[in-house]
C-alpha cells in the first residue's frame, strides 16, 4: 500500500524560503512520477511541479517556474519542493502526489495517490 508524508509546511514572510518534503512508503520502482499540487481556499486544486523518478525529467507551471525546484532522493525515497522567493498567492495547502509511470500530468486525475495536505502560509 502506497503512503505518502508530507512535511515542512509553516509560515513564512514575503521573499522567504521553505522546502516541503513527502516521504513515500510502498512504492519503490523507478516508473512512477511523483508532483506538487496546491490548493488555496474557494480555489481548485492546482499542478505545481512534477518529476519523473527515472531520468529526473521535470515540469513546472509557469507561475512558480525560476523560484521552486522539485527533486527527488532515491536512497530515501522522497521527493522534495524547494520554495524560494514566495509570495501571499502561494498561500495554500500543498498536496503531494504520485503514479506508476513516468509520465508527468498536470491534471490531478493523472496521479492514483496522495499525502494529507500540508500548509504554506506567506504573509505580506
Known amino acids: 500500500q502506497v503512503q505518502l508524508v508530507e512535511s515542512g509546511g509553516g509560515l513564512v514572510q514575503a521573499g522567504g524560503y521553505l522546502r516541503l518534503s513527502c516521504a513515500a512508503s510502498?512504492?519503490?520502482?523507478?516508473?512512477?512520477?511523483m508532483g506538487w499540487f496546491r490548493q488555496a481556499p474557494g480555489k481548485e486544486r492546482e499542478f505545481v511541479a512534477a518529476?519523473?523518478?527515472?531520468?529526473?525529467?521535470?515540469t513546472y507551471t509557469d507561475t512558480v517556474k525560476g523560484r521552486f525546484t522539485i527533486s527527488g532522493d532515491n536512497a530515501k525515497n522522497t521527493v522534495y519542493l524547494q520554495m524560494n522567493s514566495l509570495k501571499p498567492e502561494d498561500t495554500a495547502v500543498y498536496y503531494c502526489?504520485?503514479?506508476?509511470?513516468?509520465?508527468?500530468?498536470?491534471?490531478?486525475?493523472?496521479?492514483?495517490?496522495w499525502g494529507q495536505g500540508n500548509q504554506v502560509t506567506v504573509s505580506s
Open positions: 502526489a504520485a503514479r506508476a509511470g513516468y509520465f508527468r500530468p498536470i491534471s490531478p486525475g493523472g496521479y492514483q495517490y
Open positions: 518529476i519523473s523518478w527515472s531520468g529526473g525529467g521535470t
Open positions: 510502498g512504492c519503490t520502482g523507478s516508473d512512477r512520477a
